[in-house]
């Protein structure tokens, strides 16, 4: 599977901005789709997570009421509406897809985005 991401930018603090990830070359609808985030020297960190179905949503409690997490499967493309935003939101943002596991660590994902910088300024 193959995933690109796209959609960051430099946006203002209180600002919105929509990140989308397209799927390719394998069975989309199989796989729980995670985003994650990665601040310059830090960890890379779980942000939302939704089931196969997208019937289940699940997010970090940082992010929670602000963030929202959607697929549409017909597109093979996974969503990160983000509102909001604040200057720590500022990171590059990754879209992966998850083989096994709860969803929310990133040894259960096999397939990464190449990730999309997202700058929140004050």
């Known amino acids: 599977v193959q995933l690109q991401a796209s959609g960051g930018g430099l946006v203002q603090a209180g600002g919105s901005l929509r990140l989308s990830c397209a799927a390719s070359?394998?069975?989309?609808?199989?796989?729980?789709m995670g985003w994650f985030r990665q601040a310059p020297g830090k960890e890379r960190e779980f942000v939302a997570v939704?089931?196969?179905?997208?019937?289940?949503?699940y997010y970090a409690d940082s992010v929670k009421g602000r963030f929202t997490i959607s697929r549409d499967n017909a597109k093979n493309s996974v969503y990160l509406q983000m509102n909001t935003l604040k200057p720590e939101d500022t990171a590059v943002y990754y879209c992966?897809?998850?083989?096994?596991?709860?969803?929310?660590?990133?040894?259960?994902?096999?397939?990464w985005g190449q990730g999309t910088q997202v700058t929140v300024s004050s």
């Open positions: 992966a897809a998850s083989t096994y596991g709860s969803g929310l660590h990133l040894n259960g994902y096999a397939y």
């Open positions: 939704i089931s196969e179905s997208g019937s289940y949503t």
């Open positions: 070359g394998g069975t989309f609808s199989r796989y729980p």
